[in-house]
């Protein structure tokens, strides 16, 4: 299926999702989260074990939401503005395989919220991070506020949201916004090596263990550890399970197939 605002790559059991409008740095709009949707919505989890994300060109990843299409809207419509990404942004954390920001470039208000939806995020060297929308007389709409104190602190996510201060890489790596900064030539390169590195192993049990994660977040500590304790035991009735654990006895190369 073919989109206006994204550019879609298929490597073997890897997706790609580039975000593309050119004109705007990539800047979100109502057409770019419809396409997003669409795409998420029909996104096949078995056909492929690891999802990437980037940006068009070598600018900006996403460089933020659209302010021309921001600028009139009145409170209801700016709800359902804001609802509309963070329903698109939670779809793709909850999705139920890995996604890895390749963030190369700009990544700023909506930008830096997409990549924060994202499982893990690597970053090029020239990658800028920020949420400047106190500048602009709003707050971050697409769950910034949510997310940023959850990855970095409540502190520091209060310091860069009250100030709107825009970040450098080596700063979003020192405070953990980023697990990795890489040359911008070599983003691709290392998001695809980290990708392939996922879709190596077993791929239920890689999405067991983001249901894990992700559910527990939340949980008290004695119910994150039953739920971990459940979900470690279903995959006991795979045959991926029954696989590793062969070959590893057998001391051979592990050929899993999802079941």
């Known amino acids: 299926m073919e989109y206006t605002y994204l550019k879609i790559e298929e490597h073997d059991q890897i997706a790609v999702m580039k975000v593309s409008a050119p004109k705007?740095?990539?800047a979100?709009?109502?057409?770019?989260?419809k396409d997003m949707d669409d795409y998420l919505n029909h996104f096949d989890c078995n056909k492929?074990?690891?999802?990437?994300v980037t940006g068009d060109g070598d600018k900006a990843f996403v460089a933020g939401a659209d302010i021309s299409e921001m600028a009139n809207l009145g409170m209801l419509q700016a709800q359902t503005f804001g609802a509309r990404g963070a329903a698109v942004f939670r779809k793709l954390e909850q999705l139920y395989?890995?996604?890895i920001a390749a963030v190369n470039g700009f990544a700023l208000?909506?930008?830096?919220?997409?990549?924060?939806?994202?499982d893990i995020r690597i970053c090029s060297d020239n990658a800028k991070?920020?949420?400047?929308?106190?500048?602009l007389g709003i707050i971050p709409g697409f769950s910034g506020t949510v997310r940023l104190a959850r990855l970095v602190g409540q502190g520091m996510a209060k310091q860069l949201i009250y100030t709107g201060k825009v970040i450098k890489a080596d700063e979003a790596l020192r405070i953990g916004l980023v697990n990795e900064v890489v040359p911008q030539a070599e983003l691709m390169n290392r998001a695809f090596e980290l990708a392939n590195q996922i879709a190596a192993n077993a791929?239920?049990?890689?999405?067991?263990?983001?249901?894990?994660i992700n559910a527990e977040w939340d949980m008290h500590v004695d119910e994150a550890i039953q739920n971990e304790s459940i979900i470690?035991?279903?995959?006991?009735?795979?045959?991926?399970?029954?696989?590793?654990?062969?070959?590893?006895?057998?001391?051979?190369k592990t050929t899993f197939v999802g079941k």
């Open 24 to 26: 705007t740095l990539n």
């Open 28 to 33: 979100l709009c109502t057409d770019v989260f």
């Open 48 to 52: 492929f074990r690891v999802l990437i």
């Open 97 to 99: 395989v890995p996604v």
């Open 109 to 118: 208000g909506g930008g830096c919220e997409l990549a924060m939806a994202c």
């Open 129 to 135: 991070f920020g949420q400047p929308e106190v500048g």
């Open 203 to 212: 791929p239920l049990a890689v999405k067991a263990a983001k249901l894990c």
């Open 232 to 252: 470690f035991g279903r995959c006991f009735l795979t045959e991926d399970q029954k696989e590793g654990m062969k070959a590893f006895l057998e001391k051979r």
